[in-house]
T-cell receptor, first 115, second 114 residues
Framework: NAGVTQTPKFQVLKTGQSMTLQCAQD?????MSWYRQDPGMGLRLIHY???????DQGEVPNGYNVSRSTTEDFPLRLLSAAPSQTSVYFC??????????????FGEGSRLTVL | AQSVTQLDSQVPVFEEAPVELRCNYS??????LFWYVQYPNQGLQLLLK??????LVKGINGFEAEFNKSQTSFHLRKPSVHISDTAEYFC????????????FGQGTRLTINP
């Protein structure tokens, strides 16, 4: 029972490089989202999706792209990495009733450093 | 829009002592309230939630929280903590339309000393 799986767990990039953080869930959850966690700022929502083919912006979407071609996967793309994107990224998912009651299932996080 | 303020960034307590982690929220509409816990090097997991009904909510691991609408607070309490409670705790809020945009507080790091 894998739950929410994020890869890679650690990544170091140079400014201007691009990369994709992968997120996969095996719970058939319709809702998926990406958060970033920075010291003293808690978690901030980047993008979310309520189903395949549907995505929307969160609080801090600039510099990130997402797509949702399948229910299982929700990759987060950094097109041109900047030092300000150094953070820990969390993917979360939920089912319809869970979304209505705030129950999110989180992955273990991906730590990204941009030099 | 909603916002959440956790009043303490760090709370050190001795094992078996009681603890209260404070959370205040701001919203112009009715809200749902949550506490999540993050153990070291792990993702977050739901500790407890307030949706409606009784203002005293019980969660996992002996934690409870009380919703106070007049003071816009949702403080988390445990009467006797254990070393294993060492973690970061996040208060979160969403409007009653759902948690598509769950808003988190800054987090409180709880450290239990033997």
């Amino acid at each position: 029972n894998a739950g929410v799986t994020q890869t890679p767990k650690f990544q170091v990039l140079k400014t201007g490089q691009s990369m994709t953080l992968q997120c996969a869930q095996d719970m058939n959850h319709e809702y998926m989202s990406w958060y970033r966690q920075d010291p003293g700022m808690g978690l901030r929502l980047i993008h979310y999706s309520v189903g395949a083919g549907i995505t929307d912006q969160g609080e801090v979407p600039n510099g990130y792209n997402v797509s949702r071609s399948t229910t299982e996967d929700f990759p987060l793309r950094l097109l041109s990495a900047a030092p300000s994107q150094t953070s820990v990224y969390f993917c979360a998912s939920s089912y319809p009733e869970g979304i209505n009651t705030g129950e999110l299932f989180f992955g273990e996080g991906s730590r990204l450093t941009v030099l | 829009a909603q916002s959440v303020t956790q009043l303490d960034s760090q709370v050190p307590v001795f094992e078996e002592a009681p603890v209260e982690l404070r959370c205040n929220y701001s919203s112009s509409v009715s809200v749902y309230l949550f506490w999540y816990v993050q153990y070291p090097n792990q993702g977050l997991q739901l500790l407890l939630k307030y949706l409606s009904g009784s203002t005293l909510v019980k969660g996992i691991n002996g934690f409870e929280a009380e919703f106070n609408k007049s003071q816009t607070s949702f403080h988390l309490r445990k009467p006797s903590v254990h070393i294993s409670d060492t973690a970061e705790y996040f208060c979160a809020v969403s409007d009653i339309q759902g948690a598509q945009k769950l808003v988190f507080g800054q987090g409180t790091r709880l450290t239990i000393n033997p």
